[in-house]
């Protein structure tokens, strides 16, 4: 049988993960949708009413409108959106059961109090957005969604790189009004060394080291990350295939940062101004204005900004941010309207050509 060589060649060509024209761009260079508060639920409409009765006392930066979103979970986000960026906002648990109780329910009908599930008894990070506050989540804890993550991953081990913006809290409500603590409500722990050393492990019992990229993977032979981003970039993105990447901000994070400094091998990266000595990552979440210096940081660093916040852009169905956000050329776009909520308007935040097939697009040059 006579083989047909140029039809092989093609087949390859049009089949491989990164086609033969992708094969010099880096990981700065392509551009991808992210979700913000990844894990949330939407709230409870009765807890929604409920807050927007105080909505006065609360001023107009707390206004419970603000609350209103929610997410699928991460497996649908990945599938059926292209979603390749996830933020999870974590919570300090050593012993466990700190956040078992939902005290704003106590003060609204028919609602429940206490989670019944184990996993919130059990010590662990937790994943949430307001304790008592604002609590509806997919994954009780970091090590669920962790979890979610590399099942899907294991399932798809050719997937274009994955972002994941791990937001470390040490506030609540609670932390900011003794009243609230009298009633009740729990107080968040603050990060400190040994918090992020958990926060490490939980993130390594998950994923091999094979799955990851970390600042050691980056830094490679160079004495820093700046040192690698001036005189050789960022990894093709052919070698970065089925990776996770960590980002972490937050509470004490200068903890995390000092560490890095001191040449110790860490799990995450740590969103840093420019010209840090281990800075790869920056957040300019407000692009406005600010367009032409983004772009300018996008040579050597991956920006995160966003499109919408607070379900303000939403409820308006107003793409002023988003449109300064392809203008500013930063790589991760963080949204909460994927998919759109059309009990505000038809307002969704997509990126044309994007598909789960091709999760990305290329920053422009």
Known sequence: MKINILAIIMALFFWSPVKAQDSLIHLNDIRILASHNSYKKLPNPKVIRFLTKFRKQLGPSNDPIQLDYGHLTLEQQ????????????????????????????????????????????????KVLHIPDVDFETNYFTFTQALTELKNWSLKNPNHSPIFVNVEAKGSSAANESKFLRIIGFKK?????????????MEINTVFD??????????KASFATVKERLTFQGWPLLSDCLGKIIFILQGDNDELY?????QGDDRTMFVYDEPEGENTAFVIRNNSLGIEKEISELT???????????????????????????????????STDYYKPDLRFSDFQIRLEEVSPSKPYFFRQK
């Open 257 to 261: 940062k000092k560490s890095l400094l």
């Open 209 to 218: 080291r094979e799955n990851l990229i970390t600042p050691k993977d980056l």
């Open 299 to 333: 040579k050597r660093y991956i920006i995160r900004t966003r499109t919408d916040a607070g379900t303000i852009e939403a409820r308006d169905n107003n793409y002023t941010s988003f449109k300064s956000v392809l203008i500013s050329n930063a790589q991760i776009i």
């Open 78 to 125: 990945l599938n059926d959106y292209a979603i390749r960026g996830f933020e999870l906002d974590v919570y300090y648990d050593p012993k466990g059961g700190l956040y078992r109780k939902r005290k704003l329910n106590r003060f609204i009908c028919g609602q429940k109090v206490r989670v019944k599930d184990p996993l919130m008894k059990k010590p662990g990070f």
């Open 188 to 200: 968040a722990l603050r990060m400190d060394s040994i918090a992020y050393r958990q926060l490490d």
